[in-house]
């Protein structure tokens, strides 16, 4: 059997970022503006380093690389998925991101970022900006050059436990005193329509009016997402999304239930309780890859976690 590929996260910190990476998941973050745990990622901008086995201390970027078989041979010059943490102290920018054709030909070949995100926690009455109120490119650029932020963006309430799929072309922003897990594709690059006026070292972030106009859908089309529950003996597993690009389930588990792997590989972030995958201690935070061929699993405790794959 093949070892389980445990990872060191890595940390960003952010103009917008918290201390909840720390006081929620007890990670030693490099300061109280800490905005991004990056879990699972073979990014340039963030490569994840093994922390265990035969594989200890290679990035997972190089195991992809050189390692493919742990992956199942499969094809792509990156690693598909990046599983990240995010703790919003205030609120980001308003955003959106390309699509692959767009990205590859605008970006040096970069991947575009479809992503979807779990609510962990947030504070009372937080929102989070998802999509905009604009019906033609015509209408969206007269908000935008008139500054009426508050006609074109569409503010949604959350609660712990919500999910959102964001489309590439899709306005969005996390608000402040929200917490979310986040599951996308292998990508970094973000478009920046609006930052609030902020200024970091005395100089606004750049924005990319150009890209986001080109890249923006309009109208905005709500993706509706529908959970589905499967109840097992010992667990109850929500599947939150099937995509083109990733698989997400939100798994609870009290007791011991074993798994089959059907995926390729299998990605799993904890976020909540402790227990152990055949007999290997897990807990709140950690980040994990069940490799190819891995096989049946067994999980025992009391926990909640997300389970990712393509």
Same mark, same amino acid.
């Given at each position: 059997m093949r070892e389980i590929i445990f990872l060191e996260p890595v940390f960003k910190e952010l103009i917008w970022g918290g201390n909840r990476l720390h006081t929620h998941f007890g990670y030693n973050i490099p300061s109280d503006s800490t905005g991004e745990c990056w879990g699972i990622s073979a990014h340039s901008n963030g490569d994840c380093v093994v922390k265990n086995g035969i594989y200890k201390g290679k990035k997972l970027s190089s195991l992809w690389d050189k390692n493919r078989?742990? !992956?199942?041979?499969? $094809?792509?010059?990156? !690693?598909?998925?990046?599983?990240?943490?995010?703790?919003?102290?205030?609120?980001?920018?308003?955003?959106?991101?390309?699509?692959?054709?767009?990205?590859?030909? !605008?970006?040096?070949?970069?991947?575009?970022?479809?992503?979807?995100?779990?609510?962990?926690?947030?504070?009372e009455d937080s929102t989070i900006v998802l999509g905009h109120n604009a019906n033609t490119k015509e209408e969206l650029i007269e908000f935008v050059e008139n500054g009426k932020w508050n006609d074109l963006l569409r503010k949604v309430p959350v609660k712990k436990g919500d999910f959102f799929q964001i489309s590439p072309g899709t306005i969005h922003a996390i608000n402040g005193g929200v917490l979310i897990l986040e599951i996308q594709q292998n990508s970094d690059i973000t478009y920046r329509l609006y930052?609030?006026? =902020?200024?970091?070292?005395?100089?606004? =972030?750049?924005?990319?009016?150009?890209?986001?106009?080109?890249?923006?859908?309009?109208?905005?089309?709500?993706?509706?997402?529908?959970?589905? $529950?499967?109840?097992?003996?010992?667990?109850?597993?929500?599947?939150l999304i099937s995509h083109k690009y990733y698989t997400v389930n939100h798994v609870d588990l009290e007791g011991v239930e074993t798994f089959a792997q059907r995926e390729v590989f299998t990605l799993i972030s904890i976020i909540d309780g402790s227990g152990t995958i055949?007999?290997?201690?897990?807990?709140?935070?950690?980040? !994990?890859?069940?490799?190819?061929?891995?096989?049946?699993?067994?999980?025992?405790?009391?926990?909640?976690y997300i389970h990712s794959h393509i």
């Open positions: 078989e742990l !992956f199942g041979n499969i $094809e792509g010059d990156l !690693f598909p998925l990046l599983a990240k943490i995010i703790d919003a102290k205030k609120n980001l920018s308003i955003q959106v991101h390309p699509d692959n054709s767009y990205a590859d030909k !605008f970006e040096n070949g970069s991947l575009g970022k479809s992503e979807c995100w779990y609510i962990l926690d947030c504070d930052d609030y006026d =902020r200024l970091t070292n005395g100089k606004p =972030r750049e924005l990319h009016y150009k890209q986001c106009i080109d890249v923006i859908q309009c109208p905005y089309v709500d993706s509706n997402i529908k959970k589905k $529950e499967t109840i097992l003996n010992n667990c109850i597993v929500e599947n055949d007999g290997i201690n897990i807990a709140k935070g950690d980040h !994990f890859i069940l490799p190819a061929e891995y096989g049946d699993y067994e999980i025992q405790g009391k926990l909640s």
